[in-house]
Nanobody, 123 residues
Framework: QVQLVESGGGLVQAGGSLRLSCAASGRTFAMGWFRQAPGKEREFVAAISWSTATSNYADSAKGRFTISGDYAKNTVYLQMNSLKPEDTAVYYC???????????????????WGQGTQVTVSS
């Protein structure tokens, strides 16, 4: 069982920045961020695969968010810049313990999930 611990959420004004962190307690080969706003379905934000050395972003995140990670520490980060009120959501970290994650943007690929961290962007 892998546990994920997220941190870094909070309240920020539009145009500001936040950096989310997620540390996994065990080996992971891909990690991703998803978010869920009130009344909406959970959606993909960004993910990184150490097995294939690739990263993937939702269109809404491209150019503003950057995902990075430390494979040795089983940790992933999400740097969020130019935040907008529509980015307000609970952000969830997810990890995949399998060596191949063919669809980084698909939540079904991930084995473990964090408890979520709230990000609120005020206008």
């Amino acid at each position: 069982q892998v546990q994920l611990v997220e941190s870094g959420g909070g309240l920020v004004q539009a145009g500001g920045s936040l950096r989310l962190s997620c540390a996994a307690s065990g080996r992971t080969f891909a990690m991703g961020w998803f978010r869920q706003a009130p009344g909406k379905e959970r959606e993909f934000v960004a993910a990184i695969s150490w097995s294939t050395a690739t990263s993937n972003y939702a269109d809404s995140a491209k150019g503003r968010f950057t995902i990075s990670g430390d494979y040795a520490k089983n940790t992933v980060y999400l740097q969020m810049n130019s935040l907008k009120p529509e980015d307000t959501a609970v952000y969830y970290c997810a990890s995949d313990s399998s060596r191949y994650t063919p669809r980084l943007s698909n939540s079904d690929e991930y084995d473990y999930w964090g408890q979520g961290t709230q990000v609120t962007v005020s206008s």
